[in-house]
């Protein structure tokens, strides 16, 4: 008999909260067709979760405006109460926990003693370190300390939303708060790119869902996104694709092409260069994503994103990697070709990282000195 | 201008949108390939219609090629399940809806019988403790007071 909950199975818990094995079957299947795995692997997945033990997981918010998190706890149901309470232990998130102040804290501290090496680390923003990292603190502690110290323990690292996983707006130009993706700071964990902004819901869960099913990383693209996900542009698998092999573009977002529902490429839609699970796995439970609603796709899931020109230039006319760029975003795609580097062949960047670090703190000191804060 | 119907407006036609255009056939081809390896290695098979670019008409067709069979099941569980077979016997349309009614995964399954629909062992083992349980608080009912 489990003494405590840290001991007590996926489906074990099921039971305690009256969620049938058919209900979870269900779960696992809607999971399953997020992650473009086979139909068949619904019922696996269901049956192998059910016999694992719940994984610790921290939640860490820094430089964010809580946009992932709305996106995540209106993920499709089972909902992520039952996936937060059932599959895996959600041990510490100041925004959703009921507990403040030092007890939040002692509650993260014991959480990462009790499961050292064990636990999965999800963070949610970039990390600023202008001004030693006084732009994000909590309980004392800068948000690039809280990061360093909660990653010592980490099985893996989960950046959800463009700001954790490429800076996001934080990072774009001027970057005051001297902000970093979580690849600039940690370099020596296996690190998953969630990204978007904000991410599809179940894009998030199913990357942990199947992390914990398989307690594996899954594949990832050059930019550390699970391939599941990421392996299409929005442009490949868009249903409006044959207008654009037909030459039929809406030239306005009111002509008679935008009523016909062709194609937004010279509208500004960055479909063709933009790598997620919108056009197959949609928003809002399935309903629609933004090119089915008339807009085109603004690429919030690439690196650099707001940095890279109108969202309503076409892309035959927008300067994507245009010369001159600051140097930041050549640096950020640096750290992330290093860091994919090593979590492919599975040795440690840390001195990467050290040196993006001080090359981060050097920045932000610069740009103190110059009087840009 | 006195009257509504007097408001010159022009009512625009539907869009005609892009989708799977001949798709469909290439789906029903794959289903045949799928109804034979069922009938030649009893293995079954799934295509997951959410992970294709399909539009409105696309599934519309798609739902009119394959019918209504004559099994329908309901399943009640963290949100309705429509499972039914369609009129070409070994393929079922199978659509999981949330507590809210949304759509979770619409699948067609290729197989006898899907497999959400058959109990588990360990819940045969569980409905035959809870009888015997059953069993026991009747007995102990029946069971005449001493004082």
Request: aromatic share 6%.
């Amino acid at each position: 008999m489990p003494h405590s909950d840290a001991e007590v199975t996926v489906g074990e818990m099921l039971r305690r909260h009256g969620i049938s094995r058919r209900g979870f079957i269900k779960f696992c299947t809607a999971a399953a067709s997020a992650m473009a795995l086979p139909p068949a692997m619904g019922v696996a997945m269901a049956d192998q979760l059910a016999h694992a033990l719940r994984p610790s997981v921290l939640y860490l918010s820094f430089q964010e405006c809580t946009g992932c998190l709305e996106s995540l706890t209106r993920s499709f149901a089972p909902t992520i109460e039952n996936l937060i309470f059932n599959v895996i232990s959600l041990d510490y998130d100041d925004t959703l926990m009921a507990a403040a102040g030092e007890a939040a804290e002692s509650a993260r501290t014991k959480a990462m003693q009790d499961n050292f090496g064990k636990y999965v680390l999800i963070v949610d923003g970039s990390v600023p370190t202008g001004a030693g990292g006084a732009y994000c603190t909590a309980g004392g502690h800068s948000a690039v300390e809280t990061l360093r110290e909660a990653a010592k323990g980490a099985a893996a690292i989960v950046c959800v939303g463009t700001c954790s996983a490429f800076g996001g707006i934080p990072f774009a130009d001027p970057n005051p708060t001297g902000a970093w993706p979580v690849t600039a700071i940690v370099g020596d964990k296996p690190i998953i790119n969630v990204s978007g902004c904000p991410p599809i819901p179940e894009v998030i869960t199913g990357t942990l869902l199947q992390f914990v099913t398989t307690g594996k990383v899954p594949e990832l693209d050059e930019h550390l996104r699970p391939k599941v996900f990421f392996g299409n542009t929005i442009h490949d698998r868009c249903y409006r694709r044959p207008f654009y092999d037909e030459g039929k573009f809406a030239k306005s977002f009111d002509d008679e092409g935008a009523r016909n529902g062709w194609c937004l490429y010279e509208l500004g839609c960055k479909g063709p260069t933009t790598y997620n699970a919108c056009a197959t796995v949609k928003w809002n439970g399935g309903t629609s994503f933004p090119i089915e609603s008339g807009h085109g796709c603004l690429g919030c899931s690439e690196p650099g994103f707001w940095d890279k020109g109108s969202f309503y230039a076409a892309q035959s006319t927008a300067l994507w990697g245009k010369a001159g760029e600051s140097s930041p975003r050549e640096v950020l795609e640096l750290t992330a070709s290093a860091v994919a580097a090593g979590a492919v062949i599975g040795v440690a960047s840390a001195g990467v990282s050290r040196l993006r670090q001080h090359r981060s703190e050097q920045n932000a000191d610069e740009r103190e000195s110059n009087g840009d804060n | 201008m006195s009257r509504l119907s007097e408001i010159p407006i022009r009512i625009e036609p539907p869009p005609a949108l892009g989708g799977l255009g001949g798709g469909v056939t290439a789906i029903l081809s794959e289903l045949i390939s799928l109804l034979e390896r069922l009938t030649n290695s009893q293995e079954s098979a799934a295509i997951d219609l959410r992970s294709l670019p399909m539009n409105v008409d696309d599934l519309a067709e798609l739902r009119r090629a394959l019918g209504e069979g004559e099994v329908r099941a309901t399943l009640d569980a963290e949100g309705i399940s429509a499972i039914r077979e369609t009129k070409v016997p070994g393929v079922w349309w199978v659509e999981h809806r949330d507590r809210h009614g949304e759509l979770m995964a619409e699948l067609i399954e290729v197989t006898r019988m899907p497999q959400i629909l058959m109990t588990a062992s360990e819940e045969i083992a569980t409905g035959a403790r809870l009888l015997r349980e059953q069993i026991a608080l009747r007995s102990v009912a029946r069971r005449p007071l001493t004082v």
